[in-house]
T-cell receptor, first 112, second 113 residues
Framework: SQTIHQWPATLVQPVGSPLSLECTVE??????LYWYRQAAGRGLQLLFYSVGIGQISSEVPQNLSASRPQDRQFILSSKKLLLSDSGFYLC???????????FGPGTRLTVT | SQQGEEDPQALSIQEGENATMNCSYK?????LQWYRQNSGRGLVHLIL?????REKHSGRLRVTLDTSKKSSSLLITASRAADTASYFC?????????????FGAGTQVVVTP
């Protein structure tokens, strides 16, 4: 069966520090991968999605970036965090041809 | 901007009662999905209804879709305390790239024993 992992689970970082969040999927090949951010009490905002290695589409211009160095690995990065980057970051995957998305447990990021 | 908007924002019911929440959206869609999120956790896919379907059932869940009104409803029958969660609708617009979902702000449901 397929599983999706995210780490770390929680993170507290000062403003201006770098960020690296990792997401990996097991049990499937060539998944579509997504990064979302969720503000408190709000819906999900799509940040990046990828349909293959090295193929990244950005939805929101900001100081975040994403990379997909391996088929089932998706990384969210920032060189310098802002206070507004605080939130709950969710990674998800889907199979090409299917609309359902499967989410990881999320990373709670607090920028201080 | 969010494509789907859920109503109500919050719902409090007793165990055994039914819970109904609605979702409205703005553009033409291929399908509409409902997800559940327990506090501090990831989202869990509940059900998908295609644009050419009007009603779908899955266990205690019943989803309807009215494309003429651009709205959907999710009914949870005989609710249980374990149904306490936030529920989100997500739409796949015909004008967007494949696979991109637009999520609403969610309905927070509290089921008390």
């Amino acid at each position: 069966s397929q599983t999706i992992h995210q780490w770390p689970a929680t993170l507290v970082q000062p403003v201006g520090s770098p960020l690296s969040l990792e997401c990996t999927v097991e049990g499937t090949s060539n998944p579509n991968l997504y990064w979302y951010r969720q503000a408190a009490g709000r819906g999900l905002q799509l940040l990046f999605y990828s349909v293959g290695i090295g193929q990244i589409s950005s939805e929101v211009p900001q100081n975040l970036s994403a990379s997909r160095p391996q088929d089932r690995q998706f990384i969210l990065s920032s060189k310098k965090l802002l206070l507004s980057d605080s939130g709950f970051y969710l990674c998800a995957w889907s199979i090409t041809g299917y609309y359902e998305q499967y989410f990881g447990p999320g990373t709670r990021l607090t920028v201080t | 901007s969010q494509q789907g908007e859920e109503d109500p924002q919050a719902l409090s019911i007793q165990e055994g009662e039914n819970a109904t929440m609605n979702c409205s959206y703005k553009t033409s869609i291929n399908n509409l999905q409902w997800y559940r999120q327990n506090s501090g956790r990831g989202l869990v896919h509940l059900i998908l209804i295609r644009s050419n379907e009007r009603e779908k059932h899955s266990g205690r869940l019943r989803v309807t879709l009215d494309t003429s009104k651009k709205s959907s409803s999710l009914l949870i029958t005989a609710s249980r305390a374990a149904d306490t969660a936030s529920y989100f609708c997500a739409t796949d617009s015909t004008t967007d790239s494949w696979g991109k979902l637009q999520f609403g702000a969610g309905t927070q449901v509290v089921v008390t024993p």
